[in-house]
């Protein structure tokens, strides 16, 4: 019979601190596969367009309060909720660049003093990127930038917290990358880990779940 598989798209991850460059270089990844004709779609976490998106929104501006694991477990289900559309997508050859993940979710939780795997539990069943690149930046030099806004978390005393709960989530499915290095630099090392990412998922790595 004339079965064409299609091959599957890539999960790639960027991670790190408030102002750590993330946001920039989805954005520029992203038109650079579309340039070379990978199909591929952006997509952030949290996703404040949903109504549980919506909870946690306010909640960062500071105009509502909720208990840490509540919050926490709403972030979860933003990613839940996401899921089989990630998944369907992945399934049809369209890789996903994603803005912050589950590495977030218990990154700035667990800063909270929740214990860690109580943090990681929920993110259980979710698909595991297949590829993290964590853009590395002293919380310091992250606050140089800009300043940070309004919203909860971006302080420095927390975001000291995160990076050493980010620390602890390292896996072998993460890239490193000098978050202080220019931003074509940075760029021209995330495409060359993400084109490597795209091929290796194309010849058939399968597609896993959390955690690994
Ligand atoms: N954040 C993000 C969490 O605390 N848990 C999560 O699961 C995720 C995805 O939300 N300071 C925090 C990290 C950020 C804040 O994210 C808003 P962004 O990327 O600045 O919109
Ligand atoms: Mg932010």
């Not at 050493?164 to 220019?182: A, E, F, H, M, P």
Request: contains cysteine; aromatic residues 8%.
């Amino acid at each position: 019979n004339c079965h064409l598989a299609i091959s599957r798209g890539s999960l790639i991850v960027l991670e790190g601190l408030d102002r750590s460059g993330k946001s920039s270089q989805c954005s520029r990844l992203v038109s650079y596969l579309q340039e070379k004709g990978i199909p591929v779609e952006a997509c952030r976490f949290p996703d404040r367009s949903t109504s549980v998106g919506q909870m946690i929104s306010t909640y960062l501006a500071n105009e509502s309060e909720l208990d840490d694991r509540t919050i926490h477990l709403l972030f979860s289900a933003n990613r839940w909720e996401k899921r089989s559309l990630m998944e369907t997508k992945l399934k049809n050859g369209i890789s996903l660049i994603v803005d912050r993940y589950s590495y977030s979710g218990v990154a700035f939780s667990a800063s909270k003093g929740l214990n860690i795997e109580w943090c990681k539990a929920p993110e259980e069943g979710l698909i595991a990127p297949d590829l993290v690149i964590y853009l590395e930046i002293a919380p310091e030099k992250a606050a140089e930038r800009d300043g940070y806004g309004c919203e909860r978390y971006e302080q420095l005393e927390f975001q000291r917290k995160v990076a050493q709960n980010y620390n602890l989530l390292r896996d072998s499915t993460w890239k490193v990358i000098d978050g202080c290095l220019s931003l074509e630099t940075i760029e021209s090392q995330v495409r060359e880990q993400a084109l490597e990412c795209v091929s290796v998922c194309k010849k058939g790595k399968p597609l896993l779940n959390m955690w690994l």
